[in-house]
């Protein structure tokens, strides 16, 4: 188990720094508390030694580079508003982001294009079906669907700023740094593996261009889209940039403002309806927080206004989630205080 000290977060929780003036409360960014410092290492420490012998589920097998994953491969990390990093197990063992890059994407262009655009031009309604399917977009009205499946987020990638593909990867690239707080480097073999087998994501770009709901060449756009879901991070990266969402936008570690409250909370929104797919609604019936997972094992939940949770772990369960990610974070809701509707520790 480690915890790792940086610089704490000037004010507290829930507010907005600008240099040289005092720090003014924000009502976008919401505020609560986590335990004890020494309570929260205890609580991930015990969820990690409660779920690691866990031997449900299966490593992806669709995309061959991730088939030779480890299933015993196990880590959960903690970050909170002040800086504070807690990890435990293989927190520092790295790899391919794949649809956890979803939501940090969508931050991104809902920077830029604002909650209306997005709407209009994206979607944010459950489809109520997994993640590659075509007959969700098909099913839509306005053939949009939402950022967090892969229809909606191969048309969040393309509208990236820039007059190029190298530019308007380079905006993308820059973006998640900047929420992870460290260079993300691209994992070859992931993004060579699945565009080899991503044919299904290039019909789903080529639909959309019927439709007149992608914004950028589709060969394009998939392959940015792949590239994003290729770059390679920890457990560490994952809680540091789920706590970016959690408190505005502001990275807890480097405190640089990566986008805004009012993006976080839409992209939140968003999250809290449509991160697991058609599991969506058990998931927030039974654990309470926006999620998102990806097929690599990786698993990151925000708790506003508390910090960000991330887990590894490749054994997957049939809607594609991490078994004992999804079990991790079930624990760490209740002992935590982390759930939305009901956010006091359980002791």
């Known amino acids: 188990m480690s915890k790792r000290k940086t610089r704490s977060h000037t004010q507290g929780t829930g507010f907005l720094i600008h240099h040289g003036t005092k720090p003014e409360p924000n009502p976008l960014v919401s505020t609560g508390f986590l335990p004890p410092p020494e309570t929260v290492s205890q609580i991930i420490t015990e969820a990690y030694s409660t779920f690691l012998h866990v031997q449900d589920g299966r490593v992806a097998n669709y995309i061959p580079s991730l088939a030779s994953t480890s299933p015993h491969l196990f880590g959960i990390s903690l970050a909170d508003m002040n800086g504070n990093l807690y990890s435990v197990g293989d927190s520092t063992h790295s790899f391919s982001m794949q649809s956890v890059s979803k939501p940090f994407v969508f931050a991104l262009i809902l920077e830029i294009i604002g909650a209306h655009e997005a ?207 999804t079990l991790s974070a079930s624990f760490l809701s209740e002992r935590l205080g982390l759930n939305l509707f009901a956010s006091k520790p359980i002791q």
């Open 119 to 325: 709407q209009e031009k994206i979607g944010v309604n459950n489809t109520g079906l997994p993640f590659n399917s075509v007959l969700a977009l098909e099913m839509q009205e306005g053939r949009t669907s939402n950022p967090m499946v892969n229809a909606g987020a191969i048309a969040t990638t393309s509208l990236a700023p820039g007059d190029t593909a190298e530019e308007r990867w380079r905006f993308i690239h820059d973006g998640l740094n900047h929420f992870a707080g460290r260079e993300l480097t691209l994992d070859h073999d992931a993004y060579h593996s699945e565009s080899a087998t991503n044919q299904r994501n290039r019909g789903i770009a080529q639909l959309l261009e019927g439709y007149g709901k992608i914004y950028s060449n589709p060969e394009e756009a998939t392959d940015n889209y792949t590239k994003q879901c290729s770059l390679r991070v920890t457990t560490e990266d994952l809680a540091v940039m789920g706590a970016t969402l959690a408190d505005g936008g502001l990275n807890p570690l480097t405190k640089q403002q990566v986008v805004s409250p009012e993006t976080c909370k839409r992209v939140l929104a968003v999250l809290a309806s449509s991160g697991l797919y058609e599991r969506s609604g058990e998931w927030l019936y039974n654990i309470g927080l926006p999620a998102k997972s990806g097929v690599s094992g990786g698993l990151v939940t925000i708790s506003p206004g508390k910090g960000g949770v991330a887990s590894f772990s490749p054994p997957l369960d049939s809607a594609g989630s991490s078994v004992r990610g």
